[in-house]
C-alpha cells in the first residue's frame, strides 16, 4: 500500500464478494456432504441438528447478502481515503519486520495493558472472539466434507467442544466487565464518548455469548446428552437444567434463531459503527513504519525554491490517505485525552476531538456521505470540506506537541501529525497565530533566536571559563565534537550554567571541542513546531552551509530540541551527522572511565523529570537516570507519570513563547507532581524543562535549598566538585 492506493475500494468490494460467494458454496456443499444420520457414539454432532432446512436456506441466503451490504459501506469509507495525497507505506524487503513487529505489538495490545484493567477486559473480548470464529471456520469445514472426510468427532470434537466453550464463557466474561466499565464505573475519557451505538454493539456481543450457550443446552438435551458432551463444561450443566422441559425442539429453535438474528445484526451495523476497527486498526498497526525518523515532522519541498498554492492541512485532500485511515481506524478508547497536558489542565485541546472531527467532516463531505466515525449531535452541520469547520485555531494551539498521544495509541494513530499539519496552514496561509508567538517569528528572522538577543553575545557564558574553543564557522573544525549549545544555553541566564557545567565537564574528560558562537543559528525547531516552515528552512540552510563548511560530523547538544531537528530533520535538507544528546555523551564518559565519579556523592533522594523530545520523540530514557544513578548516595525516585508516561513541562511545540491563559499551567501541574515524590532534587535534560520546572516549583513557594532543580550536568559537576572538596578538607586534616 504506496502512494498509488487509488484501487483500494475496488479490492474492498471484491474481498466482499469474495466472502459472499464462498459462503453460498460452503451452504451448498455442506447440503450435498451432510450425513443424514449422526452416530452420536464416534463423539461427534450433526450441524443443523433439528433445524428446519427453510430456516437453513434463509441462513445461507441473508449472510452474503450483509457480506455484500457491508462491504460496500467500506467501499465508501474506503473511498474517503482516497482523497488524501500520497504516502508511501509500501511493504518492502527492508521494512517488512518492523511492519510485522508493529503488527504484533498492536495485536498482543502492549500498549493497551498498559491500563491492565482495560487492557485485560479488552483481550478477553478479542481474543476470545477470535477463538470463537476460528471455532465456527472449523466446524464450517468440517461440514462442508464428505462424511469419510470428516475429523469432528472423538478425542478431536471433545477438545474441540472445550475450547469453544471457554472461549465463549470468556468472551461473556469480558463484554460484562465492558458494560459495568462503560455504564457503572463510567471513567472520565470513556463516560465523555458514549453513545448509543456502544450499547448496541455491546448488548450485540452479550446475545452472541448468552444464545450461544443456551442454544448449545437446548442441542445437548434434545439430542440425548450424551457423555462426550461433558466437555462443552458450559452447556453440559444449562442441559441438565432444561432437561425435562416440554417442546426442547422449539426451544432449540428458538434460540438458534435468536443467535443467527444477533449474527445478522452484528454483520449489519460491522461497517456502521465503530465496529469497523476490527478491520482498520490492524491495518493502521501495520502500516506504521514509515519513511522518517519518529521526532521528524513530514519534510516540505524546498521553500526557497518551490512555489507551493498551499500550505499544511485544512480540507480533507490536504491530509495524506494515511491520516485519513487513522480516523477510521480510532476506537474512541480516550487513552489519548487521558495523557494530554492540555487537556488535564484545562485547556480546549481533546487530541480524541481531532480525530474523530477530522473524520466527521470526511465522512460527511464524501460522495457519498458516509456516517462520521461516531454519532454527534444532528444540530452540528458541516458546510464545507474544512477541518476548521469542527476544528478550532484554540485547539490547535494548545497541543504543546509532547507526543504522549502518539505514544499511548494503541491503533498507532499520528495525531501530532495533523495537529502540526493544521498549524503550517494557520501559521502560512492565515497568519492566524498568537500574537507572542509572532514576536518570536520576528526574533528567529532578525535575530537569529526567538529571544530577539543579539548574536554577538551568543558565547557571553564563556567569559568567565578558560579553554572554550569558540570557532568562527568558517574554517574547518579540528576538534572531535561540536558542541551545539542552543539559543537556551547561550541566553537564557540559568541555562547559562549548563552549558558551563557541560563545558567544565567535557574538559575534565578530555574531550576535544568546539562551539560556533555567534556563528550558531536557531535550529528552527520553534518556527517549524509552529508552522512556519519558512523560518525554519531559512535558519537550517544557514546552519546546514555553516556545518557542512566546516566539515562538521559529530555534534553534543544538551537542548533536546536541537538535538531533534539537528538529527532527524536536517537530513531532509540535506545536513547529515553524528548528533548526541549530553545526557549520551555522559553516560558514554561515566561508562569508559574518561569522567572519574570515584568520589562524586550526592547523598540525596532525586527526582528526573523525562523531557518529551529526548524520551518519546527519540526513546532516550536511560542514560540521564544512568547519569544520575552513577552518583555515590543518590537515591533515584520516579513520579507518578514518567517514561513513555512521562508529563511534559508545557514548553514544547513553541508553548515556550506562547502565553498560558486558560486553565491550570502545565508546568505547576507537573511541578506539582515532583514535589510530591518528596525528592530534594529535580533533574533535568532539557533547557526549556528546566525553566519551566524552576519556575514550577518556585510558584508552590519553594526555594532552592527546598527543592533544587537543575540540568542533570549540573547536579553531576556539583557532586564532583562537592566530593573533591571533601577529600582535599580530609587530606589537610590528616596532615594537621
Not at 441462513?59 to 495525497?85: H, S
Not at 497536558?341 to 476531538?353: I, N, S
Not at 444540530?379 to 469547520?389: H, K, M, P
Request: with cysteine; glycine share 8%.
Amino acid at each position: 500500500m504506496g502512494p498509488k492506493f487509488g484501487n483500494a475500494r475496488k479490492l474492498v468490494l471484491g474481498i466482499g464478494i469474495a466472502f459472499a460467494i464462498v459462503t453460498v458454496a460452503s451452504g451448498l456443499s455442506g447440503w450435498v456432504f451432510e450425513s443424514s444420520q449422526v452416530d452420536h457414539s464416534h463423539k461427534t454432532r450433526e450441524v443443523f441438528v433439528g433445524i428446519p432446512a427453510a430456516l437453513v436456506v434463509v441462513f445461507y441466503l441473508v449472510v452474503p447478502v450483509l457480506i455484500v451490504y457491508g462491504a460496500v459501506l467500506m467501499a465508501q469509507r474506503t473511498k474517503n481515503w482516497e482523497r488524501g495525497k500520497p504516502d508511501d507505506r509500501a511493504t518492502t524487503a527492508a521494512n517488512v519486520s518492523r511492519r510485522l513487529r508493529d503488527f504484533r505489538a498492536g495485536a498482543y495490545m502492549q500498549t493497551l495493558l498498559r491500563d491492565p484493567a482495560a487492557g485485560v477486559m479488552h483481550s478477553l473480548i478479542y481474543f476470545s472472539f477470535l477463538v470463537l470464529l476460528a471455532v465456527t471456520t472449523v466446524l464450517e469445514i468440517n461440514h462442508q466434507l464428505p462424511t469419510s472426510l470428516k475429523f469432528l468427532h472423538g478425542g478431536v470434537y471433545e477438545g474441540y467442544s472445550f475450547v469453544g466453550d471457554l472461549a465463549g464463557l470468556t468472551f461473556t466474561i469480558g463484554v460484562v466487565w465492558a458494560l459495568v466499565r462503560r455504564y457503572v464505573q463510567r471513567p472520565y475519557r470513556i463516560r465523555i464518548k458514549t453513545r448509543p451505538e456502544h450499547a448496541v454493539i455491546l448488548l450485540t456481543f452479550l446475545s452472541f455469548g448468552v444464545t450461544g450457550f443456551l442454544t448449545e443446552a437446548y442441542r445437548i438435551a434434545m439430542v440425548g446428552e450424551p457423555q462426550y458432551e461433558k466437555w462443552s463444561f458450559v452447556g453440559w450443566p444449562l442441559s441438565k437444567l432444561v432437561d425435562g422441559s416440554s417442546h426442547l425442539v422449539g426451544w432449540h429453535q428458538f434460540w438458534w434463531m435468536v443467535h443467527v438474528a444477533t449474527f445478522f445484526v452484528f454483520l449489519a451495523i460491522l461497517s456502521t459503527t465503530m465496529l469497523r476497527h476490527m478491520f482498520t486498526s490492524p491495518l493502521n498497526m501495520y502500516l506504521r513504519d514509515r519513511d522518517r525518523p519518529k521526532g521528524a515532522m513530514k519534510p516540505m519541498p524546498n521553500l526557497m525554491e518551490t512555489e507551493l498554492e498551499t500550505f499544511g492541512a485544512s480540507t480533507i485532500e490536504d491530509f495524506t490517505w494515511k491520516q485519513l485511515l487513522d480516523t477510521d481506524a480510532c476506537t474512541m478508547c480516550g487513552r489519548c485525552t487521558s495523557v494530554c497536558p492540555a487537556h488535564a489542565t484545562g485547556k480546549p485541546l481533546d487530541p480524541r476531538e481531532i480525530v474523530l472531527k477530522t473524520g466527521e467532516v470526511m465522512a460527511r463531505t464524501g460522495s457519498p456521505a458516509v456516517s462520521p466515525p461516531i454519532g454527534v449531535d444532528p444540530d452540528l452541520v458541516v458546510t464545507a470540506d474544512s477541518v476548521f469547520e469542527r476544528i478550532t485555531p484554540e485547539e490547535i494551539w494548545s497541543c504543546t506537541s509532547c507526543k504522549a498521544c502518539d505514544e499511548i495509541c494503541p491503533v498507532n494513530i499520528e495525531i501530532l501529525d495533523k495537529i502540526l499539519d493544521m498549524r503550517r496552514y494557520l501559521s502560512l496561509m492565515e497568519s492566524n497565530f498568537p500574537t507572542e508567538l509572532g514576536n518570536a517569528y520576528r526574533s528567529m528572522e532578525n535575530s537569529g533566536n526567538p529571544w530577539g538577543i543579539s548574536q554577538a553575545d551568543r558565547a557571553d557564558w564563556a567569559d568567565k571559563l578558560s579553554g572554550i574553543e569558540i570557532v568562527d564557522g568558517t574554517s574547518p573544525l579540528e576538534a572531535e565534537y561540536l558542541y551545539w549549545v542552543g539559543c537556551a544555553g547561550s541566553f537564557d541566564d540559568k541555562n547559562k550554567k549548563v552549558t558551563q557545567a557541560m563545558s567544565k565537564l567535557l574538559q575534565r574528560a578530555g574531550v576535544s571541542f568546539a562551539v560556533l558562537g555567534p556563528s550558531e543559528m536557531c535550529t528552527g525547531d520553534p518556527a517549524r513546531r509552529s508552522g512556519n516552515e519558512y523560518i525554519f528552512q531559512m535558519l537550517a540552510m544557514q546552519n546546514i552551509e555553516t556545518l557542512d563548511g566546516m566539515g562538521v560530523r559529530k555534534i553534543v547538544t544538551q537542548c533536546p530540541h536541537c538535538f531533534n531537528t539537528l538529527s532527524n530533520e536536517y537530513p531532509q535538507l540535506g545536513g547529515t551527522y553524528e548528533v548526541v544528546h549530553h545526557s549520551q555523551l555522559l553516560e558514554h564518559l561515566i561508562e569508559t572511565g574518561q569522567l572519574d565519579l570515584t568520589e562524586a556523592r550526592l547523598d540525596e533522594r532525586i527526582v528526573y523529570h523525562d523531557s518529551c523530545y529526548l524520551g518519546r520523540h527519540n526513546d532516550v530514557y536511560l542514560a540521564p537516570r544512568k547519569v544520575i544513578g552513577s552518583l555515590g548516595g543518590v537515591e533515584i525516585v520516579e513520579a507518578g507519570r514518567n517514561g513513555t508516561k512521562g508529563m511534559c513541562c508545557g514548553a514544547g511545540g513553541a508553548r515556550m513563547w506562547m502565553e498560558e491563559s486558560v486553565g491550570k499551567q502545565v508546568n505547576v501541574e507537573r511541578s506539582q507532581e515532583l514535589v510530591a515524590t518528596g525528592a530534594g532534587r529535580v533533574a533535568t535534560a532539557c533547557p526549556f524543562c528546566y525553566i519551566m520546572i524552576d519556575d514550577g516549583v518556585k510558584a508552590q513557594g519553594l526555594e532552592e535549598e527546598d527543592v533544587k532543580v537543575a540540568d542533570i550536568s549540573m547536579h553531576l559537576l556539583e557532586a564532583i566538585e562537592q566530593g573533591e572538596r571533601k577529600s582535599e578538607f580530609v587530606a589537610e586534616t590528616v596532615q594537621d
